[in-house]
């Protein structure tokens, strides 16, 4: 096992001795929110947002895009347990905007010797990449709480969060 892994163990063993007394966190969040992001580890969403445990439902994948699996994970937070609000928090600098669809499943098919039937989903601009991920929310049928969607940018240079409209201006 590695030393990295075993860290973890570790660390989830003071976490728990520390912590086995806390009364339970209900499952629904007290905030009744989503917070769709990227998986990249330089963000860090409770301290960024001031969230604690038990305040928010948190959605990660490669860029914070919204696909089909986000959307199913939106509708079970929303219809089985109660959030209304959805916040999208993408970032600068992102990896995705560091690899092309075709590129990537190219080397990926070169190697294993079959292509991903799943898209990449990549992007060059944050800003465009939030508003399609938040058209895409408001258009699906089985999401409940359309019209509380917001979308931001973090700098991941200088940690600031700047919204973004939902429509492009013009």
Request: glycine share 6%; aromatic share 6%; charged share 25%.
């Amino acid at each position: 096992m590695s030393d990295v892994v075993e860290r973890l163990v570790g660390a989830a063993r003071r976490y728990a001795d520390a912590h086995r007394d806390d009364h339970h966190v209900d499952v629904r969040p007290r905030l009744a929110l989503v917070v769709i992001t990227c998986m990249d580890s330089r963000i860090d969403l409770f301290g960024l947002l001031g969230l604690d445990i038990g305040d928010a439902h948190v959605l990660r994948n490669a860029g914070g895009v919204v696909t089909d699996d986000m959307i199913r994970s939106l509708v079970v937070s929303q219809r089985a347990l109660g959030t209304t609000e959805v916040v999208l928090v993408h970032h600068t600098d992102c990896g995705m905007q560091k690899v092309t669809d075709d590129a990537f499943k190219a080397d990926l098919e070169a190697e294993t010797g079959q292509r991903p039937a799943w898209a990449l989903e990549s992007f060059t601009d944050p800003v465009a990449d939030v508003r399609q991920s938040m058209a895409r929310i408001r258009s699906s049928p089985f999401v409940l709480h359309r019209d509380f969607v917001r979308g931001f940018v973090y700098d991941v240079d200088t940690c600031e969060l700047v919204e973004v409209d939902a429509l492009p201006p013009g």
